[in-house]
């Protein structure tokens, strides 16, 4: 294996307006400022992007963490940090152990912070991490609901551990089409717009409600927490999906009896 030198941008709320979120490059889009801003909100108090850089400066993947406490996700784990998202999006920086490198970042600030331990959802569908990467570098899954798998590295015997949501009691509560959304992802609210605007074209009435906390997200109806799409309490999407993908979905639901 070739041995690349990565370096590491720790991005705070105090800073990220300067190096930005990485997953959208162009900090001027409304998805990067809307993830700025959730970066700077309060609640979202400890929260992390560790960026790697490569030895010619350019980004070449990220890992984002928070204090499980104010996770953005159906999991409560008390004094643990929780990994929202980790990407190693450049192919040269692939393959180069730059995975477990950016896990090692997150537990070293756990270790800092005196944490029981990290955990993050994994799943191995899309928009998620694969559980693999975490199982090489000493993970144990310690809950499981559908797809997700709750993965967590515990520094401390006697801390007790983190435990899934039940999101799928939340699901029957929606009537008709419903979209929530949060902008934790970058991507979200470009989706949630154009959803919007595809909706109109067939006459669905989608209602649309915008996650504005921790409480709201950690009781959202799916597991991704930050986007879900329903249908009469029945969970279509769990992540932001293209229009193209919308309007199949709604081919497919306004056909049936």
């Known amino acids: 294996m070739d041995k690349i030198k990565f370096n590491f941008i720790s991005v705070t709320p105090d800073n990220v307006t300067e190096y930005g979120v990485f997953c959208i490059k162009e900090k001027n889009t409304p998805g990067s400022q809307a993830k700025i801003n959730w970066c700077k909100c309060k609640g979202n108090e ?20 928070i204090p499980a406490e104010s996770a953005w996700r159906p999991v409560k784990a008390d004094n643990y940090l929780f990994i929202h998202c980790i990407a190693v999006f450049v192919k040269d920086a692939r393959n180069k152990n730059l995975g477990s490198l950016l896990i090692k970042s997150c537990e070293e600030e756990a270790h800092k912070l005196n944490k029981a331990g990290v955990c993050i959802m994994t799943s191995n569908g899309r928009w998620m991490a694969d559980k693999a990467l975490f199982v090489k570098n000493g ?32 699901q029957k509560k929606f009537k008709g089409w419903n979209l929530l959304y949060a902008d934790q992802c970058p991507w979200n609210a470009k989706s949630a717009a154009e959803l919007k605007e595809t909706a109109k074209e067939y006459n669905v009435n989608l209602k649309i409600k915008k996650i504005s906390n921790v409480t709201e997200a950690k009781l959202a109806p799916s597991g991704f927490g930050v986007f879900s799409l329903l249908k009469d309490g029945r969970l279509l999407e769990d992540h932001y999906i293209s229009n193209t993908r919308f309007k199949n979905i709604l081919k497919k639901e306004l056909t049936k009896k």
């Open 139 to 170: 993970y144990e899954k310690v809950d499981e609901r559908g797809r997700y798998e709750l993965m967590v590295k515990k520094f401390k015997p006697g801390s007790q551990l983190p435990a899934l949501i039940d999101w799928e009691v939340q």
């Open 46 to 65: 400890g929260v992390q992007i560790k960026i790697a850089v490569n030895g010619q400066n350019k980004q070449v993947g990220f890992i984002e963490f």
